[in-house]
Every structure is written in structure tokens, then in C-alpha cells.
């Protein structure tokens, strides 16, 4: 994903988040993300990896993070232990994202999604001008390396949501860094939820 894209999105999120909120962010990589909310918004943040370099270097910004899979649910936290659950573009990644999401909202008072829209225009055009699977921005895999596992599009967690009577609290569309109010499933890169079970 463009730097442009990834800096819109970390931006979104933090002035989501308020001052002081307790954060657990699913799949945190090398916490940078978690690393700007605690310079900026003075969170207790925590994370959970499963990538042991992705560790050390949380670690090595001082940084709280656990060890663990997603995938396997988060039993070890009590409902509503958390102000924000946060998985940033590792969503689309996960094996069962119904269950990532219902754990996530469980264990949050709300939790924030963002993935890669799939049916954004310039992938759709590349699959109808090229024939081809598409590689965008947003997209940078080839068919044979790719980590995602599920393609949604806005419309796609928008309809999920109504089915699951979970409330979308905030939402946000992102391409080329600017927000995009305009038909978000079809022009934009990136979207953002801001979910809850009420």
C-alpha cells in the first residue's frame, strides 16, 4: 500500500481514538501504529503478534505485546476489557474474520477495521483490460504471494454488518491519502469502520 494511503489511515485512527484509551491492536506488527498513539493520544496500548521479529521490534520501542493468534480467539480478555480493538489491514488476512470481529466487539466497546477495498475501480480494470488478477497500491501481491484470504469490498462489510445487527459508528474512505465521499465502492483504496455490538 502506498506510504500516502498508510499515513491516511494512521491518521484516521488517531483522531478516532480518545486521549488515555485503553487500545489492543490485533496483529501490530512492529507497532507503529501503537507507537503514534501513545506519542500522540497517551494510550495504554497493548498488542498480539504472531511474527517473532514483529515482536522485538514492539519490544524494542517499549512497547506491551503478547504473543499470539488471532485465529485462536482472545479467551484471556474479559468482555469489554478495552475502549478500542484495532485490526489495521490484517482483517481481509484472517482464516475466520466473522469470529475476529464478533471476539474483537466483545472484548471492545468498539473495535476499528480497515482492509483493502477490493472492488476499487483500478482493480476492476485491471481485471477487465488485463485479463489478469489485479495489483494495485492498496494490492502489491502477486496472485502466488498473497496474505489476503478474503476479498470484500465497502459495500460487502456494510451488508455484513446489517446481517450481523452490528452498529457502524464511524466510517472512512481513502485513496491516494484524500477521503473519498464520493461511491467509496467503487473509488476508494481503503475503507474504515468503527464497529459495535449495542
Known amino acids: 500500500m502506498k506510504s500516502d494511503n498508510v499515513s491516511a489511515v494512521r491518521r484516521m485512527i488517531i483522531d478516532l481514538i480518545p486521549e488515555g484509551a485503553k487500545v489492543l491492536e490485533l496483529g501490530c506488527s512492529g507497532g507503529e501504529l501503537l507507537s503514534l498513539l501513545r506519542e500522540e493520544k497517551n494510550v495504554n496500548g497493548h498488542g498480539l503478534e504472531i511474527d517473532d521479529q514483529a515482536i522485538y521490534q514492539c519490544v524494542a520501542k ?50 476499528i477495521i ?22 494495485t497500491s492498496s494490492l502489491p501481491y502477486q496472485w502466488y504471494d498473497t496474505p489476503n484470504l478474503h476479498f470484500l469490498g465497502v459495500s460487502d462489510f456494510i451488508d455484513y454488518c446489517r446481517t450481523r445487527k452490528i452498529t457502524i459508528v464511524h466510517k472512512a474512505f ?25
Not at 114 to 135: A, D, E, H
Open 174 to 198: 481513502i485513496s491516494k491519502g484524500k477521503n473519498i465521499n464520493i461511491l467509496p465502492n467503487l473509488f476508494a483504496e481503503i475503507a474504515l469502520f468503527a464497529i459495535t455490538m449495542k
Open 62 to 111: 517499549g512497547l506491551s505485546v503478547l504473543r499470539g493468534d488471532i485465529e485462536q480467539g482472545l479467551s484471556e480478555y474479559r468482555d469489554k476489557s478495552f475502549d478500542f480493538v484495532i485490526m489495521d489491514r490484517t482483517f481481509q488476512e484472517l482464516k475466520n474474520p466473522d469470529k475476529a470481529v464478533s471476539e474483537s466487539i466483545r472484548v471492545g466497546r468498539e473495535a
Open 114 to 135: 480497515t482492509f483493502p477495498n477490493f472492488v476499487y475501480l483500478g482493480s476492476r480494470l485491471q481485471i477487465l483490460l488485463k485479463g489478469r488478477v489485479p495489483v
